[in-house]
């Protein structure tokens, strides 16, 4: 489980071994308490806080504590200091980079998400009787991108890299405005909007990125990888490219959780407030999202590769491929 604290005041501390929340609610104190050994991540917003004694239980019970913005992106984390794995791992990662892998890596993340895109697009045909010409349609869209991305050729990514960003955000732009179209009106939205979000939509769909980014850099760094040392995305400082390339194919993930929240009419609009320039989700939708987030990830298992896994565990095993093909490694179906 993850332990998400993004009630104000909230604190975070240890009694008796035990992780214990302590947090006002209408004017009472509430006190939680978590065993170690339950917990995956510790998620934190603005305005709430920890004793040392709670990151020492959670460096001692491998538990990474993640600080979020309000819109939900990971500003950084606490963890201990060992690495994934072997440094070989790395060396062959930054060797990649800089030869013909980087377009193949590339070309593998981008063909698999515009899939992923295009099946969820078809995947809505079925309660949508009067819509299913046009989800054709854009789904056919989005599949000429993704064969022009994965038939781009090159010796570097670098060659080809403006082409097929330009790709990508064209098959962006028919996908999420089908994802519109197809909502009840008064959900519609025109396009992404980042910080702040616009619309509710987008304010629900970049805190979702914001948990998907925690998760897939985590993934990243057990595997033994370097969150670092992308190939598509840029090398500037302090940039983690990597986990903007890897996490591609996911995105899907996430969004296909706040289409279903939306979809299923469950957002109401005392989840999220206007401010200037935008909206915000509040307590109520993050509690909202957060369940259903992770219902999604830690709870529901699909077939892949031969057995039923829970999707962040299919992100960890593709992360763990991904260390033992640049290593020279062969995974098993299993792994």
Same mark, same amino acid.
């Given at each position: ?10 604190? %975070? ?84 980079? %800089? ?237």
């Amino acid at each position: 489980m993850q332990l998400h604290l993004n009630t104000y005041g909230a604190y %975070l501390h240890v009694k008796d071994q035990l992780f214990e929340v302590k947090m006002t609610v209408d004017g009472k104190t509430e006190k939680h308490h978590v065993a170690a050994h339950k917990v995956k991540s510790i998620w934190m917003v603005k305005s709430t806080a920890l004793s040392t004694d709670a990151v020492h239980l959670a460096i001692k019970n491998n538990i990474d504590i993640v600080f979020l913005e309000y819109d939900g992106f990971p500003i950084g984390r606490v963890w201990h200091t060992k690495l994934g794995s072997t440094t070989l791992i790395r060396k062959k990662q930054l060797e990649a980079s %800089l030869d013909q892998r980087s377009l193949t890596y590339t070309q593998d993340w981008l063909g698999r998400k515009l899939l992923n895109q295009a099946n969820l697009l078809r995947s809505l045909k079925k309660h949508r009787p009067q819509h299913q010409s046009y989800i054709d349609q854009q789904a056919e869209r989005v599949d000429f991108f993704k064969q022009k991305i994965e038939t781009a050729e090159g010796n570097h990514i670098k060659e080809v890299a403006d082409q097929i960003r330009a790709w990508e955000g064209n098959a962006g732009k028919v996908y999420l405005e089908t994802l519109s179209n197809v909502l009840p009106r008064h959900y519609q939205f025109k396009g992404r909007s980042f910080r702040p979000a616009v619309d509710p939509f987008n304010a629900f769909l970049n805190y979702a990125y914001g948990m998907l980014y925690s998760k897939v850099e985590k993934t990243l760094i057990l595997a033994g990888l370097d969150p670092f040392v992308g190939f598509l995305h840029r090398d500037d400082y302090n940039y983690k490219s990597l986990v903007y390339d890897f996490i591609e194919p996911y995105r899907v993930f996430a969004e296909k959780v706040v289409f279903s929240l939306f979809s299923g009419k469950k957002v109401r609009q005392d989840h999220y407030d206007e401010i200037t320039g935008g909206v915000k989700m509040n307590k109520a939708g993050k509690v909202l999202l957060v369940e259903a987030f992770n219902h999604y990830f830690e709870e529901e298992r699909v077939r892949y590769l031969g057995k039923n896994r829970l999707r962040i565990n299919i992100i960890q095993t593709d992360a763990h491929r991904l260390a033992n093909e640049l290593i020279g490694k062969n995974s098993s179906p299993d792994d």
